[in-house]
């Protein structure tokens, strides 16, 4: 029995730390518009609906569906895709929410 335990709580923290890896990755992927500033508008475009897919896709429920939005419209946005949305839902999701 205490394996057992020992096994799902494993495997929470694994998906815990793989979501911040994915989290960290997914925020430079959207300020990879800044190294490249010719093509940053088109960027955007393109990585705002994904981002904001990919939020509701990581984080399920009310915190996904907010978190996808809220990332939407900050790559969306010329001026303040410079936010790490992912890393600040995780943040949200484990430190302040303290969800397992």
Do not use: C, H, R
């Not at 093509?39 to 907010?66: C, H, N, Q, R």
């Not at 001026?79 to 949200?92: A, G, K, R």
């Amino acid at each position: 029995m205490a394996e057992e335990v020992q096994v799902i709580t494993k495997s929470k923290d694994s998906s815990k730390n793989t979501k911040l890896i994915l989290s960290i990755l997914f925020d430079l992927i959207g300020m990879l518009s800044y190294v490249v500033p010719l093509f940053a508008e088109v960027i955007d475009v393109v990585w705002a609906p994904i981002s904001g897919l990919l939020l509701m896709y990581m984080y399920k429920g009310v915190t996904g569906k907010v978190a996808g939005i809220i990332g939407f419209i900050e790559e969306a946005f010329p001026f303040i895709d410079f936010i790490p949305t992912f890393t600040i839902t995780w943040i949200y999701q484990y430190v302040i929410k303290k969800e397992e």
